[in-house]
């Protein structure tokens, strides 16, 4: 696993008897972008999940880096409404360990979102929230994983997004499941996924 964060030999996966994933093999390297990309109900999502370890129940191997600090995208942004737009980016460093305010500030100025900062979540919009949540994985994170990233997003912003997807990928290691055909462009390499296939 020289280059490789994570690698999975004869991954699958069923759920009530139903075979979801059948016999994944892929490795996922450092520094790269990768998406997996497939219609709706083809089981990109269960392989992020388990390739992110929040599934376990599966059959095969799967092999992991831990010395990668790892982050998660949801569809639906986990951020927290209690905290303003700041502080919610300065606790998701100070989880991981790290104190570094000036580039919570930097990055939140590059893409425009610094006047946000005492906001509440709920205050944002669709667009500004995932903004925000993308600011929060990769300020603290070498691997993120990313689900449906655009999905609730007009086509304006999904744009942007993937704009700054790309902008921002030096250095990181991205897993996107996704069937957004403009995620494709900016990826390293493609795994397409049908009926729990890797074609």
Avoid: C, W
């Amino acid at each position: 696993m020289e280059n490789n964060i994570i690698e999975a030999t004869d991954l699958s996966f069923s759920y009530d008897h139903q075979k979801v994933l059948k016999n994944i093999n892929i490795q996922i390297e450092k520094n790269k972008i990768f998406s997996i990309y497939g219609p709706s109900g083809s089981g990109k999502t269960t392989l992020l999940f388990i390739l992110a370890e929040l599934i376990k129940n599966y059959s095969g191997k799967l092999s992991i880096n831990h010395n990668f600090k790892k982050g998660f995208l949801f569809q639906k942004n986990n951020l927290l409404n209690e905290l303003t737009i700041y502080d919610n980016l300065r606790i998701s460093q100070l989880i991981k360990g790290i104190d570094n305010e000036s580039e919570i500030i930097n990055i939140m100025k590059k893409l425009n979102v610094y006047r946000l900062k005492d906001r509440l979540p709920n205050e944002l919009s669709t667009g500004e929230q995932q903004r925000i949540a993308f600011i929060k994985n990769i300020i603290s994170n070498d691997l993120i994983f990313f689900d449906e990233p655009t999905s609730s997003l007009d086509s304006k912003n999904a744009e942007e997004l993937i704009d700054i997807l790309k902008k921002y990928s030096n250095n990181k290691t991205y897993v996107i499941a996704t069937h957004d055909e403009r995620i494709k462009l900016i990826s390293d390499k493609i795994f397409y996924l049908e009926d729990g296939v890797i074609l």
